[in-house]
């Protein structure tokens, strides 16, 4: 069972962002790792008006109770008024991955 660990969904608007927020979550023990993807296109609502912007996204690998630690870096870090942070469980997986998440 592997109910304590999460993959955590985040949106930056530039990958030198996100590279400033997926190293500094590695850094500080956050995470155990942070894969950035580029090149994302947006659709969204936004203040009334319908928004479409070309993000990177980073998926964060780590354990329930670093969630709320993690965020509040990902805030303190992010340039958006209101962030996408979103914490997934991962229910299963690579046994040996999955305690390199626990581990790191």
């Not at 930056?12 to 090149?39: H, P, T």
């Amino acid at each position: 069972m592997s109910s304590d660990l999460r993959l955590v969904y985040i949106t930056a608007g530039s990958m030198e962002e996100a590279r400033l927020i997926g190293e500094a979550l590695v850094a500080k023990q956050l995470a155990a790792c942070v894969n950035l993807i580029d090149g994302m296109t947006s659709i969204y609502r936004w203040q009334g008006e319908i928004q479409r912007d070309t993000e990177t996204v980073l998926i964060a690998k780590t354990t329930e109770h670093q969630i709320i630690s993690l965020i509040d870096q990902v805030k303190a870090l992010h340039s958006y008024e209101c962030p996408c942070i979103v914490s997934l469980p991962i229910d299963s997986g690579n046994a040996e991955f999955l305690d390199w998440i626990r581990n790191n």
